[in-house]
């Protein structure tokens, strides 16, 4: 069982920063990819980045490419989504996933635990 904790969202003008962290519960933490999902108003949820249990490899959408930087700190339980050049596009609540998994799902579907989510709005 993984409990799963966001924070770090906020307002900030468009070509600003802001730097998501999600905090995990359980000592397997390390045994998860984890990964960002997105869900503006209206629209479905969205694969934004992951990252595989070790960190060795990430994966992104390419919306996010260049801008968004996925990493883990596994002594930390702690997962974070750096967040550059943002734009009034990337405003959603953000969600932090995870799963036992050696690959980095893209499916919403394909993830069994999430947390509450966190707003971000990028105002123009």
């Known amino acids: 069982q993984v409990q799963l904790t966001e924070s770090g969202g906020g307002l900030v003008q468009a070509g600003g920063s802001l730097r998501l962290s999600c905090a995990a519960s359980?000592?397997?933490?390390?045994?998860?990819?984890m990964a960002w999902f997105r869900q503006a108003p209206g629209k479905e949820r969205e694969f934004v980045a992951g990252i595989t249990w070790s960190g060795r490899a990430t994966d992104s959408a390419t919306s996010v490419k260049g801008r968004f930087t996925i990493d883990r700190d596994n002594a930390k339980n702690t997962v974070y989504l750096q967040m550059d050049s943002l734009e009034p596009e990337d405003t959603a609540v953000y969600y932090c996933?995870?799963?036992?998994?050696?690959?980095?799902?893209?499916?919403?579907?394909?993830?069994?635990?999430w947390g509450q989510g966190t707003q971000v709005t990028v105002s123009s």
């Open positions: 359980g000592r397997t933490f390390s045994s998860y990819a």
């Open positions: 996933a995870a799963e036992m998994s050696a690959a980095i799902p893209r499916g919403v579907h394909e993830y069994t635990y």
